[in-house]
Structures are given as C-alpha cells and as structure tokens.
C-alpha cells in the first residue's frame, strides 16, 4: 500500500517535529538549567562570603597559597616579613608603614581599626595576638579617681543661697536660720540647727554634712552685770522671769564676780547655764 502525495508530504513534517519533541528536554537541561539564576549567584557569594575556613595568602617569591600564621606582634615594629606572614595584605602593608613612617604610632589594640582596608574578621582573630594594651591607661586612671569633697560652708556666715543648696531647706526656712543666728549672736554647735522651728532632724543631717562651725568663733555676748532685764530678754536662752530675776539678784547682792553665781538664782539650772554660758560675759 502506498502513500499519496499529500501524505509523504505531511510525514517529512512531522518527522523533524517528532526528533526535537524528544531531544529538547535534555537541550533544555543541559543549557538552561546548568546556569545559575541571580538569586542562586547571591546567595552562593553570600556563603563564600561566610565560610569559616582558615584564610590564605601567597607567599613572598611565588603564587603557592600558604596558610598565614599567628603570632604575638607589635605593629609599631613589626616588620614586612612578619605582616605577610600574619595575613596582612599588601595593600594593608603599604598603608600600615607609610603611618609609620610619617611618624604614626597604634597606642591601643582598636587603633588598628583606623587603617585603611582593615576587616573587622582580621582584626578580631590578630586581637589575642597585638603587643599593645586594650584601653588607654592613663584615661582609666583618670576615670577612677576620687571626686573632690565639697567644701564644708561656715553656718555662721552662710546666706540664704548657701542654705536653700541643702535639700528641705526653702527660702522661708533659710531666713528662719539666718534670724535664729542673729538672736543667738552665733551658733557655738552646729547642734544649734536642731532648735530653729520647722527643721526636721533629717534636714538637719544633710546640712551638717555642708556647714560646719568654724574653730575659735567667739559669739556675741551680753554682760549680765550692766544689761537690764529688756536686753537680757532678748536671747532665746533667757526667759523675761529669769532676766528679771538675774537683774533683781545683781541689784540685791551686788555684781556677779563669776558666772557660775547665776546657779544661785533659783530659775536657772547648770543645763541652763551651760548653754548660756558662751554669749554670757562679765567683762563690760
């Protein structure tokens, strides 16, 4: 039986149809798929990129790799040689002894860091390894000193500024202190503080820790052989009836010849007159 013209036609059509519908998944494989994508580059530099292995360098007189060796260095004095040997490109090299020849000098470990080409990789497997301190010494020194004390403030010539600088102490209670003082003619113990009205004894802690009395201050006195009863009054340790009384025993037994004859009145206690006694005189 044979085959019309038409027929043998469409045959040799389909034979070469058939013949590349075979072959063209092995075409394709071969020369499509074996090429990576853009992605698959990335991440393939990515990996390399991250690989852990030992690096490598070339020696001096030839392309053979060689594994850089570590060990300890000064890079203020290490030589070519050595730099090659630790890892050090050529680029890094020529940068780190041009800095020294001009007179640059690596004070501290991280100083490395600042020359040019460095990797953060590189720097961290040297670090074991550089002759050179962590930190600057002398600003850890520094750092650790310390601080000054602040000077401690004379109570009987400090101004209300002085005063407010004490936590708990406003403007009101600074003028407080102030008056007290003047009253008193002085505070002979910086204890004084503790008998001004609205001072709380934990205000009065903090401003002991910045006021002080100062050694040999002599008060204000009042001669109780010529004062009247009204100047006597006025200190805060002498009640009206006790001045009244210290002018009415003077009138009746004559001038005091010593302080310690003020027990003799009755009204006053030797607690009395150990507070009184620094702003009491008998000389005029």
Known sequence: MGFSRTETNAFLILLPLLFLIIFSQPIYNQFVQSSPSVADTVQLNRLLATWKDDPVVFSANSSEKVKPSLFSFNPNTATEQQLKELGFTKFQITGLLKYRSKGGKFYVKPDLLKLYGMDS????????????????????????????????????TADTTQLKAVYGIGTKLAQRIINYREKLGGFVSIQQLNEVYGLDSTVVKKAIQKFKVVEGFVPRQVNVNTADAFALAKHPYLKKNVAQAIVTYRYQHGAFTSLDDLLKIQLITSDDLARLKPYLTLNP
Not at 128 to 140: D, G, R, V, Y
């Open 121 to 156: 990789s590189f720097y961290q497997r040297l670090f074991p390894f550089i002759e050179l301190p962590q930190t600057n010494q002398s600003s850890t020194e520094k750092s650790v000193q310390p601080e000054r004390k602040e000077l401690i403030a004379d109570i009987n």
